[in-house]
């Protein structure tokens, strides 16, 4: 586990460090609370943050109200605030401010491995259930939740000279499939579909019943075109068992690229008009956002 060690005191923030490294951690020592912050900011691998409260320039609870809230409900950190005042109301404003446990200073080396250990119990568990929370039960694939917040996240990271490009996918006639094959049968095809669309990229959701959604960096129309064809052509040949015999699948898929000023939902609106265009220009085909079939030239 990664850890970050918060402590002004040279010979503590050594002391401490030793001690968090035998217990198998890797260890990033500061003594001051800003850097120590804008560094659990940039490495998101940092798991857990053990922290004196005098921590200049900001004190220790506002830093524990910082590392609070920059995880939010989708990272897994755990905050331990080291602090020689035991008084119930001390360990209570401490905990008010953020921290997940609360530690005696200097710490024990046994006592300190074992939270440690407890930290790691939680966080396992944590980072379960924000798999299970961002995940389709049905395909496996990112649920629209987590579609999202990936999305957003990668948005974000983007530079102005930085490609992209978003896929919409959609089973042509589904209906008649769940009509002809049953709802058992449609689930099929869309776990058929969606298996495919695993290996498109890391951003790839269910956004819908039967439309599908993959964020592709790296990526402009281009490269992004010839991936969608590939889709395109790995749907067709689909073998899915239907009540009636093989189900025939095929996909309509459209894509935009991303400019400097778009969001999210700019974004993916693009991409749902051409995927509309792609169903109204007869289904089974890819559309790009400029309203005609890919040419699929870099």
Known sequence: MRVVLVEPGSILRNTVARLIEAGGHRVDAFSDSEQALAHVAANEDVACVVTSLDVPPA???ELCWCLRTLAGTTRPLAVIAMSADRSGRRLGEVLDSGADD???TPPEALELRARLRAVERALTLQRQLIREADTDALT?????????RRARACLAALAPDDRLTAL?????????INDRHGHDGGD???R?????????????GRIGGEEFAVLMP????????RAAESIRQGCARLQVAGRHGPIPVTCSLGLAAWAEGDTLETLLARADDALY????????????ATGRPLDPVS
């Open 102 to 104: 609360v530690i005696v």
């Open 192 to 204: 058929a579909v969606a298996d495919l669309l695993k290996e498109s990229g890391p951003i790839a």
């Open 188 to 190: 099929r095809v869309i």
């Open 218 to 225: 790296g990526h402009g129309l281009g490269s992004a075109g």
């Open 59 to 61: 004190c220790g609870l």
């Open 277 to 288: 265009a792609a169903k109204a220009a007869g289904r089974d085909r890819v559309v790009s």
């Open 168 to 176: 919409m996918i959609d089973i042509d006639r589904f209906k008649a």
């Open 140 to 148: 496996q694939l990112l649920c629209r939740g987590g579609f999202t």
